[in-house]
């Protein structure tokens, strides 16, 4: 199991049934960490690394804002996006000031090619191997992180997410970005340690893994 601090300046890990108040979670989901972790390596097929087990944890709690922003829809076919009734203001909060520990574990990957953490742990050691577009963000693409490094010595005590039957939180392992209908949640819990038994991780897997 690979543990990695990441900071990030401003983020909205978005409540999955916010409307026109865009709620934030405390921290990023299981699937929004998954996806950084893809960007990190450069891997552009979301399904490579269906098993792996991802989490993340509160280090430094940030601080809650609210802002109000213009969101576009799509109401009128025939006016641009953005125009008229394409656009709607709405407000949302912003986790500003966050340190996150996440980890990543091999969990129930496929042993014929190299695991998610293996990646994760080649593209710190040496960033120039990774071909990749873009910023890197965890969330939103404009909410860039500030940077990610690999715990080395001395792990931080965090409040790590971690699977729990009567959890309090209830946070998506897969998200379906058509529709909802295929959006897979796990019930978990914070808990605070330095090391989350690698077993309680969530596993990243859709509802069914050949849909």
Partial sequence: MLGLIVRVPIACWRKGHARDYLESE?????STCYGFLLALVGEENRRRHIGARVTA??????HTSVVLRTLWRVKSKGVPQGVGG???PDFQQLVVGSMLT????RGDESGERPCLEERVRSALAD???ISRFGGLSLGESTHLVD??????DEVPMA???VVATRGRLTLPVWVDHVGTANTRHVVGDLVTSRRPDP??????APPNPDH
Avoid: H, Y
């Fill in 147 to 152: 940077s990610v490094n690999a715990i080395k």
């Fill in 57 to 62: 944890g509160i280090l430094v709690a940030g």
């Fill in 26 to 30: 405390p921290l990023p989901p299981p």
């Fill in 159 to 161: 409040e790590n997410f």
């Fill in 102 to 105: 996440m980890w990543v574990d």
């Fill in 127 to 129: 960033p120039s191997t």
């Fill in 86 to 88: 394409n656009a709607r």
């Fill in 199 to 204: 077993a309680l991780l969530p596993t990243i």
